[in-house]
């Protein structure tokens, strides 16, 4: 085979301060004289007599480069390079091998080495590999961080990407709000009482936070409903009902063509159904409606009877919790009212919900704080 080294051209004293090598031959002579000669360039030098011996010494050690014959005992050259490049990254790794065949460079380049010599070399040769060795190495962590520093400005992008669309939603709801008096706080509500249910079911961290985004929007799709209905103190037509009705899937639309929202979607268009299926939009029914719309549903209606609508006062809440029991089974999920009866106690409204001012595009914590 022909080696590579004739053609690399002019040598040139090569490197800068500090380079530290560690050459691994189980021949003496061989690491004698790449020593005494590397010692003269100012290069420090160590010596190994076989792969596992190097191994201890490059955890030891902060090594530029690694110079290894390939046929050891103990450990060969090629199991070196392959535990090298896996725990070592950081160092340069270069081959030297008697033999001029194909396969012993295939395997050694496979296993993670920058470029291999053949033996004998002249020390122009080794200065030129080394060099060369060092600047691939110092290339490829450039280019990781690059990819690194590229993962976070990627990062900061969609966060700022994502504050934008929460701000322009925060827009939506504060319209809403101006429009449906009976909407303020509501939302706020709906959330801290989600919260808690969710908490007392164990949900992962992930799955509140989608409940939370979920249970805040919930009925943003209102902004699509005349504020003459929303504020109606009577009891509302059928015609009118059905405007009201669309708010799920309004809310929906509005939020579709955002990435950000895209999960709580399906929370959002199913928090009006029904645990027996007589709800809407959907008629869907049981484990088919989504966990958190049915969570949702239970938390929405107990703080709509709770809180005083167009229509009528606020009613205690005694009676609120009587009517959420008598409706288990057919309009809320059973086990999500026994564990709401169980969480709602524990529940601290604190101070002023102000749960739209979010800062930095996120959604504020501490909405809610259980008792104990
Ligand atoms: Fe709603």
Redesign the pocket.
Known sequence: MQSRNSIIEEPEAPWGKDVRLLVVDDEEFIRSIVRERMELEGVSVDEAQNGLQALAMLRDGDYSVLLTDIRMPEMDGVALLREASRLFPGTARIVMTANADLETAVAALKNGAYDYILKPFSFDILFVTIRNAIRKQALERQLQDYQVNLETRVKEQTDLINSLYVRSIQSLIKALEAKDLYTRGHSQRVTLYSMAIATEMGLSPAHIEDLRRASIL??LG?IGVTETILNKPGKLTREEFYEVEK??EVGTQILSPIPYFQKILPAILH??ERFDGRGYPGRIAGAEIPLESRIMAVA?TFDAMTSTRAYRPALPEEVATAEILRCSGTQFDPEIVSVFLFAKDKIEENGDPSWYEWQDGKFPDGEFRPVN
Request: negative net charge; aromatic residues 0%; charged residues 40%.
């Open positions: 919930h009925d209102k708010h799920p928090h009006h929405d």
